[in-house]
């Protein structure tokens, strides 16, 4: 077992199957050894991390397919019932999720976070994605019609 401690105190033992989804542990657990009382995760919180060792424990016996991003976007079949369960959250502990899957490097839930946003914004507008996600628009104008004059040499 590998014990886990969140940003906010809390403690978490993991299977080494599970916790080896994670590149960040797994290599903390290689190179330190489980001597390390517990592992500290100062970017997760306790409920976050909760949520992703569930998403380990259920994945870890999991052979990792390269599945067009592509496919999976237009398939919703393709995707798990349970991941798709699992990502029926607000947008706050999906970006957290993400966060804390980029953190520990966990790729298959990172590419499935980005799944699910990529899933979300597609039909949306610039606008709509800065109000939704609460993103500043802080271009000049000067800058915007820089930018769109290298799309349009990009063309």
């Known amino acids: 077992m590998i014990r886990l401690e969140s940003s906010d105190g809390r403690l978490f033992a993991v299977d080494q199957d599970s916790a080896y989804m994670s590149s960040l542990l797994k290599n903390i ?8 009382n517990p592992i500290l995760l100062p970017n997760v919180t306790g409920t976050i991390l ?14 990792r397919l390269d599945k067009d991003v592509e496919d999976l976007l237009q398939d919703n079949s393709q995707v798990e019932a349970w991941d798709r369960q699992f990502m029926n959250v607000d947008d706050s502990t999906m970006l957290q999720i993400l966060y804390a899957a980029d953190y520990l490097g966990i790729e ?4 499935l976070g980005c799944m699910f946003i990529a899933r979300i914004i597609r039909d949306m507008s610039v606008d709509e994605i800065r109000l939704r ?5 802080d271009f000049t104008d000067a800058q915007r019609q820089q930018i769109q ?6 063309k």
């Open 29 to 36: 657990d290689q190179d330190l050894g489980t001597d390390i």
């Open 50 to 63: 909760a949520r992703v060792i569930e998403y380990c424990m259920h994945h870890r016996d999991d052979v």
């Open 108 to 111: 298959p839930l990172v590419d």
């Open 133 to 137: 996600y609460g993103v500043v628009d």
């Open 149 to 154: 004059l290298e799309v349009d040499l990009s």
